[in-house]
């Protein structure tokens, strides 16, 4: 079982940026793939971000490609999404999600078992 908290979202201005933080808990963490989604109002959740569990494999949307990075600290258990050059487009709930994996990535939000609670982030004009 893992759970996954996330942290690090909020308000910030367009060009800005923000560091968003998954602290999961689980003893075979190390084990598991994490992925980054998120959900603008109205809109279906979408992939951002993948990283294996290794971290030397990752993934990005075209959208944040060049914007954002993922990186994880598996002594810390925690995943980390750097967020760059944020827009307007870029608000949504973000939330992190956990799959056991010791292959690649996934961006299909079906194969992800366990997810956080959501942490918003908001880019104004």
């Known amino acids: 079982q893992v759970q996954l908290v996330e942290s690090g979202g909020g308000l910030v201005q367009a060009g800005g940026s923000l560091r968003l933080s998954c602290a999961a808990s689980g003893r075979t963490w190390s084990r598991y793939a994490v992925g980054w989604f998120r959900q603008a109002p109205g809109k279906e959740r979408e992939f951002v971000a993948a990283i294996n569990w290794s971290g030397y494999s990752t993934d990005y949307a075209d959208s944040v490609k060049g914007r954002f990075a993922i990186s994880r600290d598996n002594a810390k258990i925690t995943v980390y999404l750097q967020m760059n050059s944020l827009k307007p487009e870029d608000t949504a709930v973000y939330y992190c999600?956990?799959?056991?994996?010791?292959?690649?990535?996934?961006?299909?939000?079906?194969?992800?078992?366990?997810w956080g609670q959501g942490t918003q982030v908001t880019v104004s004009s």
């Open positions: 999600a956990a799959r056991y994996s010791q292959g690649g990535v996934s961006l299909i939000e079906s194969e992800y078992a366990y």
